[in-house]
T-cell receptor
Framework: RKEVEQDPGPFNVPEGATVAFNCTYS??????FFWYRQDCRKEPKLLMS???SGNEDGRFTAQLNRASQYISLLIRDSKLSDSATYLC?????????????FGTGTQLKVEL | EAGVVQSPRYKIIEKKQPVAFWCNPI?????LYWYLQNLGQGPELLIR????????DSQLPKDRFSAERLKGVDSTLKIQPAELGDSAVYLC????????????FGPGTRLTVT
């Protein structure tokens, strides 16, 4: 089982749609969680951290379910500019050397 | 504020040749990372430095890869000799301290081994 798993997509959605991505992780001792965004042929950039209570940043909502070991990202009112690959990132905790492990990414294409 | 700087941006070499990548992290960032990213995959950690000390190099193929971070600032990653399978994007990232802090990535070096 991969340490961090994501559906690679692509998710093709019309502008204005709501889209959700899920990510599962294998290490129950994982400490912290993030969503990164990566545009085509660009470097990854932090989109948002994921907190236990869930958190929102404008049109983006991130949630964490520790019991089921999954993280979600919800994008409301999709824009063309949201088209990118979204990487789920997990800090594996002390048992994993406290290193960040990236998922393979979920590709989103927002269309007119 | 300047971001993470990497050079070169692109490199094409023949197999068995050596190659080196350079990274200058964000000023004040103690932690520096080298990642490898293949097409359609997420970045995979090669090595992590805390200041000048390599604290995690478990994923670095030490038979052909080496890295250094002299004086705890700039870093170089070297491959010698390069193999066809080394073709990938090599990303450098830095953070204030450790993995719980936001990592800032450089633009990467796209390596093609022919």
């Amino acid at each position: 089982r991969k340490e961090v798993e994501q559906d690679p997509g692509p998710f093709n959605v019309p502008e204005g749609a709501t889209v959700a991505f899920n990510c599962t992780y294998s290490n129950s001792a994982s400490q912290s969680f993030f969503w990164y965004r990566q545009d085509c042929r660009k470097e990854p950039k932090l989109l948002m951290s994921v907190y236990s209570s869930g958190n929102e940043d404008g049109r983006f909502t991130a949630q964490l379910n520790r019991a089921s070991q999954y993280i979600s990202l919800l994008i409301r009112d999709s824009k063309l500019s949201d088209s990118a690959t979204y990487l789920c990132v997990v800090n594996m905790g002390p048992g994993g050397g406290n290193k960040l492990t990236f998922g393979t990414g979920t590709q989103l294409k927002v269309e007119l | 504020e300047a971001g993470v700087v990497q050079s070169p941006r692109y490199k094409i070499i023949e197999k068995k040749q050596p190659v080196a990548f350079w990274c200058n992290p964000i000023s004040g960032h103690n932690t520096l990372y080298w990642y490898l990213q293949n097409l359609g995959q997420g970045p995979e950690l090669l090595i992590r430095y805390e200041n000048e000390e390599a604290v995690d190099d478990s994923q670095l193929p030490k038979d052909r890869f080496s890295a250094e971070r002299l004086k705890g600032v700039d870093s170089t990653l070297k491959i010698q000799p390069a193999e066809l399978g080394d073709s990938a994007v090599y990303l450098c990232a830095s953070s204030l301290q450790g993995d719980s802090y936001e990592q800032y990535f450089g633009p990467g070096t796209r390596l093609t081994v022919t």
